[in-house]
Nanobody, 123 residues
Framework: QVQLVESGGDSVQAGGSLRLSCAVSGWNATRYCMGWFRQGPGKEREGLAS????????YPTDSVKGRFTISRDNARNTVYLQMNNLKPEDTAMYYC????????????????WGLGTQVTVSS
């Protein structure tokens, strides 16, 4: 059974940093595209970043470009999202997902999802 477990969410002050982790079990995540998403209160889910099998990345959301970085450790079957210079508008539940249907970009459909980790940024 495939399982994605996010961790690393916390409450921080604006300007702070967090690193989210997504541990994949029951499945070799190194063979698939992985992505990070978030959904803030009263907002639709938005795709933040994706990383392909070979490490190619995509960041379609302008508000996180230059602040968020996706990476993967294939030996640990884990994907990370480094978030720097956090802002109150980054407050959201953050989700990782695996196995895009189509190109490895956040706008593709993903098959497997974690339950999320909460990030709260105060001003």
């Amino acid at each position: 059974q495939v399982q994605l477990v996010e961790s690393g969410g916390d409450s921080v002050q604006a300007g702070g940093s967090l690193r989210l982790s997504c541990a994949v079990s029951g499945w070799n995540a190194t063979r698939y595209c992985m992505g990070w998403f978030r959904q803030g209160p009263g907002k639709e889910r938005e795709g933040l970043a994706s990383i392909s099998i070979r490490g190619a990345t995509s960041y379609p959301t302008d508000s996180v470009k230059g602040r968020f970085t996706i990476s993967r450790d294939n030996a640990r079957n884990t994907v990370y999202l480094q978030m720097n210079n956090l802002k109150p508008e980054d407050t959201a539940m953050y989700y990782c997902a695996a196995s895009a249907v189509g190109p490895c970009v956040p706008s593709s459909e993903y098959i497997h999802w974690g339950l999320g980790t909460q990030v709260t940024v105060s001003s």
